[in-house]
């Protein structure tokens, strides 16, 4: 296997358990516990809503409280937030600037992301935090500037612009885009960084790391009896778990329901509109979420909506709303390529609530 | 002669994102509970398979409209085929609401609610020469809706262009969907809101020849001014008669007067 | 010229008059507050829900009232019941008159009881009318939103028919009211007996003879003291 850049091992496996990826965040679970490869002491969650993201909750649980130090900074109290040891409640995007926003691709533009209005609480931009901490950690070389259109001015100027400049052009500099595979075109190059420079359908990549070069079909495992395989998706109305608060979505929709086949639902005597609780396969629950009686779900599944089951008091709407497919999958299995986690191999049972 | 907008729905290209709900609530500052937009959806079983749409309730903004032939004050009126809303002539007295043969206006805070294409009190239209031939309301804005819909199944324009528009997607559609059509050509004296349907129009629940009742327009047309009318003649009638008619009984008890010359005075 | 004071008869009752006061302010309350939905010039009363609000209120006493009769004059209740509807030979032949009658003449009337033909006519009508307003008008405020088109436009009809028929019978009993002077019976509860013997002279006749027609300035002090008459209110 090809080692990084660093020759070493990370706690995530990158390269090891997996090939290639970002940061496998589930694939830190067992180190912060075990402390193998390495012991893991502290841990910044930014914008990572923890309990809905990764998988088997309790087992999160146990890590946060093995950790010496965690730190939350989000915008939301949500669920992770009071298992932490420090919080930075942070401004909204409306309420801060950001660092420019500099897209390539086709059509190359910078954007501006600037505060509407001054932070409604006692929140601080991200900027703001960075710096501070930057400068109590002896980083003051790092932090030359004091503001963050000082900050921004500086960049700007590399493209002989400033802040106001950009005002005046509404926030967006446009630059001349060309197509993506022109140059490849021209040049004879490829986009695709294979030994052939073609898209490959045996890969040799794969071959050299230990992988079967081809798709390998494994047959999923079936569930116990009496379960069924928890399939969860997104609704159009509602952005991750990070939504479910905010007043005109959480009035389109305020909970999730529990999809259950029509011909299953009959057997089991239930109708739409029920409430039960869900188990899985490893006893983890949550609940109670509504019914919907559909034909639409097969009769060996079950399909609910994420992000919902928030359990943070501080997310005063969404508190107690539907159930948590986060916290009933606590198995997944790992994509050897990616590092990402199949999370569709849960199983759960219907308990109606009493 | 006043052009004639519209809006229209394309069910095929709808996501059912409700995006355009939640900006026609945000954007009209609307308080929480009201809408006017909602969108569902409709899943049947069929032919051992499923079919499925997005709906929308809405105003339809129906040319002869049946709540602007209730509304007894004027706050329910037509503009440029758009049926508005002046809130300070509303009486909240809820005819609007039974009239509707969609079921749309509703009353909130003692006014009638429901979309009025964005034509708030400044709003007027303003045609903009573009590509899209985009049109300006309320404040040089699109309605909320069309402006946010990310897949374009929302469109503001001129009615008639609007519907050849639709009718030609129709034809495209029709090998997808056999029955596919054009809701609102005629019916109502055609509608302000143009839905390009996938199925017949009782699969969403939508009538399919919907009318404004003739009771309605009797009782509005006939029977109101009649019985104004008759009052006023009545009283009229009543007015003139009354000169002639005093005048005999005060003839009559002077006669009476001299033939009985004891007793009965004069009456105050 | 003699000035003896004319004789007086008591026609109504404080009860009575205090009824009908209350009848005439809340009815013609309703017709505004109900006219404000009929003409969009006069739309600016019903905006806000003005004129709504009065007629419910209005709407209130105007129900009300024949339980309110029913309660303080059960007899009198009953008995005028019994009248408005009851037409005998004499009725027919006033109706034959009715043309002159509403033209001024009374001669050749036959001689008519407390309510004449037309009254009763009047009174039947109205408690008619009265009905179909009053459950139609109650159908429109608590089906608000619920009856659809269909329901809406006919009850509306029914209601607006009746505050027609109601409205004719109003414009029709001022008309006579002071046609023939007759004002007095409501604002103080007495008529002059010229009046009496001219419009209800088989009233007249049958009431009893003594305590009864009072001079003017002993029916000043009897405004008070009807409990101790016998009443031509029955």
């Given at each position: 296997?090809?080692p990084?850049?660093?020759?070493?091992?990370?706690?995530?496996?990158v390269?090891?358990?997996?090939?290639?990826?970002?940061?496998?965040?589930?694939?830190?679970?067992?180190?912060?516990?075990?402390?193998?490869?390495?012991?893991?002491?502290?841990?910044?969650?930014?914008?990572?809503?923890?309990?809905?993201?990764?998988?088997?909750?309790?087992?999160?649980?146990?890590?946060l409280?093995?950790?010496?130090?965690?730190?939350?900074?989000?915008?939301?109290?949500?669920?992770?937030?009071?298992?932490?040891?420090?919080?930075?409640?942070?401004?909204?995007?409306?309420?801060?600037?950001?660092?420019?926003?500099?897209?390539?691709?086709?059509?190359?533009?910078?954007?501006?992301?600037?505060?509407?209005?001054?932070?409604?609480?006692?929140?601080?931009?991200?900027?703001?935090?960075?710096?501070?901490?930057?400068?109590?950690?002896?980083?003051e070389?790092?932090?030359?500037?004091?503001?963050?259109?000082?900050?921004?001015?500086?960049?700007?100027?590399?493209?002989?612009?400033?802040?106001?400049?950009?005002?005046?052009?509404?926030?967006?500099?446009?630059?001349?885009?060309?197509?993506?595979?022109?140059?490849?075109?021209?040049?004879?190059?490829?986009?695709?960084?294979?030994?052939?420079?073609?898209?490959?359908?045996?890969?040799?990549?794969?071959s050299?790391?230990?992988?079967?070069?081809?798709?390998?079909?494994?047959?999923?495992a079936?569930?116990?009896?009496?379960?069924?395989?928890?399939?969860?998706?997104?609704?159009?109305?509602?952005?991750?778990?990070?939504?479910?608060?905010?007043?005109?979505?959480?009035?389109?929709?305020?909970?999730?329901?529990?999809?259950?086949?029509?011909?299953?639902?009959?057997?089991?005597?239930?109708?739409?509109?029920?409430?039960?609780?869900?188990?899985?396969?490893?006893?983890?629950?949550?609940?109670?979420?509504?019914?919907?009686?559909?034909?639409?779900?097969r009769?060996?599944?079950?399909?609910?909506?994420?992000?919902?089951?928030?359990?943070?008091?501080?997310?005063?709407?969404?508190?107690?709303?539907?159930?948590?497919?986060?916290?009933l999958?606590?198995?997944?299995?790992?994509?050897?390529?990616?590092?990402?986690?199949?999370?569709?191999?849960?199983?759960?049972?219907?308990?109606?609530?009493? | 002669?006043?052009?004639?907008?519209a809006?229209?729905?394309?069910?095929?290209?709808?996501?059912?994102?409700?995006?355009?709900?939640?900006?026609?609530?945000?954007?009209?500052?609307?308080?929480?509970?009201?809408?006017?937009?909602?969108?569902?959806?409709?899943?049947?079983?069929?032919?051992?398979?499923?079919?499925?749409s997005?709906?929308?309730?809405?105003?339809?903004?129906?040319?002869?409209?049946?709540?602007?032939?209730?509304?007894?004050?004027?706050?329910?009126?037509?503009?440029?085929?758009?049926?508005?809303?002046?809130?300070?002539?509303?009486?909240?007295?809820?005819?609007?609401?039974?009239?509707?043969?969609?079921?749309?206006?509703?009353?909130?805070?003692?006014?009638?609610?429901?979309c009025?294409?964005?034509?708030?009190?400044?709003?007027?239209?303003?045609?903009?020469?573009?590509?899209?031939?985009?049109?300006?309301?309320?404040?040089?804005?699109?309605?909320?809706?069309?402006?946010?819909?990310?897949?374009?199944?929302?469109?503001?324009g001129?009615?008639?262009?609007?519907?050849?528009?639709?009718?030609?997607?129709?034809?495209?559609?029709?090998s997808?969907?056999?029955?596919?059509?054009v809701?609102?050509?005629?019916?109502?004296?055609?509608?302000?809101?143009?839905?390009?349907?996938?199925?017949?129009p009782?699969?969403?629940?939508?009538?399919?020849?919907?009318?404004?009742?003739?009771?309605?327009?009797?009782?509005?047309?006939?029977?109101?001014?009649?019985?104004?009318?008759?009052?006023?003649?009545?009283?009229?009638?009543?007015?003139?008669?009354?000169?002639?008619?005093?005048?005999?009984?005060?003839?009559?008890?002077?006669?009476?007067?001299?033939?009985?010359?004891?007793?009965?005075?004069?009456?105050? | 010229?003699?000035?003896?004071?004319?004789?007086l008869?008591?026609?109504?009752?404080?009860?009575?008059?205090?009824?009908?006061?209350i009848?005439?302010?809340?009815?013609?309350?309703?017709?505004?507050?109900?006219?404000?939905?009929?003409?969009?010039?006069?739309?600016?009363?019903?905006?806000?829900?003005?004129?709504?609000?009065?007629?419910?209120?209005?709407?209130?006493?105007?129900?009300?009232?024949?339980?309110?009769?029913?309660?303080?004059?059960?007899?009198?209740?009953?008995?005028?019941?019994?009248e408005?509807?009851?037409?005998a030979?004499?009725?027919?032949?006033?109706?034959?008159?009715?043309?002159?009658?509403?033209?001024?003449?009374?001669?050749?009337?036959?001689?008519?009881?407390?309510?004449?033909?037309?009254?009763?006519?009047?009174?039947?009508?109205?408690?008619?009318?009265?009905?179909?307003?009053?459950?139609?008008?109650?159908?429109?405020?608590?089906?608000?939103?619920?009856?659809?088109?269909?329901?809406?436009?006919?009850?509306?009809?029914?209601?607006?028919?009746?505050?027609?028929?109601?409205?004719?019978?109003?414009?029709?009993?001022?008309?006579?009211?002071?046609?023939?002077?007759?004002?007095?019976?409501?604002?103080?509860?007495?008529?002059?007996?010229?009046?009496?013997?001219?419009?209800?002279?088989?009233?007249?006749?049958?009431?009893?003879?003594?305590?009864?027609?009072?001079?003017?300035?002993?029916?000043?002090?009897?405004?008070?003291?009807?409990?101790?008459?016998?009443?031509?209110?029955?």
């Open positions: 296997m090809p990084g850049p660093t020759g070493k091992t990370r706690a995530d496996g390269r090891q358990t997996f090939l290639r990826g970002a940061t496998a965040m589930q694939e830190l679970i067992e180190p912060m516990i075990t402390g193998t490869p390495y012991p893991i002491k502290g841990l910044v969650l930014y914008g990572t809503n923890l309990f809905h993201t990764v998988p088997n909750v309790p087992r999160t649980k146990e890590a409280q093995n950790l010496d130090f965690v730190l939350a900074i989000d915008v939301l109290p949500q669920d992770h937030v009071a298992w932490s040891d420090v919080v930075f409640p942070e401004a909204t995007y409306l309420e801060r600037y950001d660092e420019l926003w500099a897209c390539g691709h086709k059509t190359p533009y910078i954007a501006l992301r600037e505060p509407a209005i001054e932070p409604l609480y006692q929140t601080k931009p991200g900027w703001w935090m960075a710096r501070e901490l930057g400068l109590r950690l002896g980083l070389t790092f932090f030359p500037w004091q503001t963050a259109e000082e900050y921004l001015n500086q960049r700007l100027s590399s493209i002989g612009m400033d802040l106001d400049q950009l005002r005046k052009q509404n926030g967006v500099v446009i630059q001349k885009g060309k197509p993506y595979l022109a140059n490849f075109e021209a040049t004879g190059g490829s986009p695709f960084n294979t030994p052939s420079r073609k898209v490959e359908l045996y890969s040799e990549a794969l050299t790391a230990g992988h079967s070069p081809l798709p390998d079909y494994q047959p999923p079936e569930g116990p009896a009496g379960y069924f395989r928890l399939l969860y998706g997104r609704s159009p109305v509602h952005t991750f778990a990070r939504t479910q608060n905010t007043p005109a979505l959480y009035e389109l929709q305020s909970e999730n329901e529990v999809w259950v086949n029509d011909t299953a639902a009959a057997r089991m005597g239930l109708r739409s509109g029920d409430r039960v609780w869900l188990e899985n396969q490893d006893g983890a629950k949550s609940g109670p979420i509504a019914v919907k009686v559909t034909p639409r779900i009769p060996d599944c079950v399909y609910m909506v994420h992000g919902f089951g928030h359990d943070a008091p501080g997310m005063t709407r969404a508190h107690g709303k539907g159930a948590s497919d986060a916290t999958q606590t198995r997944y299995v790992l994509d050897r390529i990616s590092g990402g986690a199949g999370l569709r191999v849960n199983f759960v049972k219907l308990v109606r609530e009493a | 002669m006043a052009v004639r907008y809006i229209s729905i394309d069910l095929d290209r709808c996501i059912g994102c409700q995006a355009c709900a939640v900006a026609c609530q945000t954007g009209n500052e609307l308080p929480a509970g009201d809408s006017f937009i909602t969108v569902s959806d409709t899943v049947q079983s069929r032919g051992g398979g499923l079919w499925g997005f709906v929308h309730h809405r105003c339809f903004h129906c040319d002869a409209a049946a709540c602007v032939t209730v509304c007894p004050t004027g706050a329910l009126a037509k503009q440029n085929g758009l049926t508005v809303i002046e809130p300070e002539k509303c009486t909240a007295c809820g005819y609007c609401t039974d009239a509707c043969p969609f079921d749309v206006p509703h009353i909130r805070d003692n006014r009638v609610s429901k009025t294409a964005c034509l708030g009190a400044r709003g007027r239209i303003v045609p903009v020469p573009d590509a899209r031939a985009g049109l300006l309301l309320r404040d040089g804005q699109e309605p909320w809706c069309v402006e946010t819909c990310p897949s374009q199944a929302l469109r503001f001129e009615r008639e262009r609007l519907l050849a528009e639709a009718k030609s997607r129709v034809a495209a559609l029709r997808r969907y056999p029955n596919a059509a809701y609102g050509e005629t019916p109502l004296g055609g509608l302000g809101l143009l839905m390009i349907l996938l199925d017949r009782d699969a969403y629940g939508l009538p399919a020849k919907p009318v404004v009742p003739s009771t309605l327009t009797v009782w509005q047309d006939v029977v109101q001014p009649a019985a104004s009318g008759l009052s006023a003649l009545a009283a009229a009638a009543m007015g003139l008669m009354f000169i002639v008619a005093r005048r005999q009984h005060a003839r009559e008890k002077a006669e009476i007067a001299e033939e009985t010359p004891v007793g009965g005075q004069d009456h105050e | 010229m003699s000035s003896e004071s004319p004789r008869v008591q026609r109504y009752l404080r009860a009575q008059r205090f009824i009908h006061w009848g005439v302010a809340s009815f013609l309350t309703l017709l505004f507050s109900g006219i404000a939905l009929l003409f969009p010039p006069l739309s600016f009363l019903a905006a806000g829900g003005l004129s709504r609000l009065m007629h419910q209120i209005a709407a209130i006493p105007f129900v009300a009232l024949p339980l309110v009769y029913a309660v303080l004059l059960p007899r009198q209740t009953k008995e005028l019941l019994i408005s509807f009851t037409y030979r004499e009725d027919w032949e006033w109706f034959k008159h009715m043309p002159a009658y509403m033209l001024g003449r009374t001669r050749g009337l036959p001689p008519q009881g407390r309510l004449n033909a037309g009254q009763k006519l009047h009174h039947a009508g109205t408690f008619l009318m009265f009905g179909t307003v009053a459950v139609s008008g109650f159908v429109l405020w608590v089906g608000k939103g619920r009856l659809g088109a269909n329901g809406l436009a006919c009850t509306a009809m029914v209601h607006d028919l009746a505050m027609l028929g109601l409205s004719v019978l109003m414009i029709g009993h001022v008309y006579f009211t002071f046609l023939y002077d007759a004002f007095s019976a409501m604002r103080t509860g007495f008529v002059t007996e010229e009046y009496a013997r001219m419009e209800h002279a088989k009233w007249l006749a049958a009431l009893p003879s003594e305590g009864f027609a009072f001079a003017p300035d002993a029916s000043k002090s009897a405004e008070g003291s009807e409990g101790d008459t016998k009443s031509a209110a029955e």
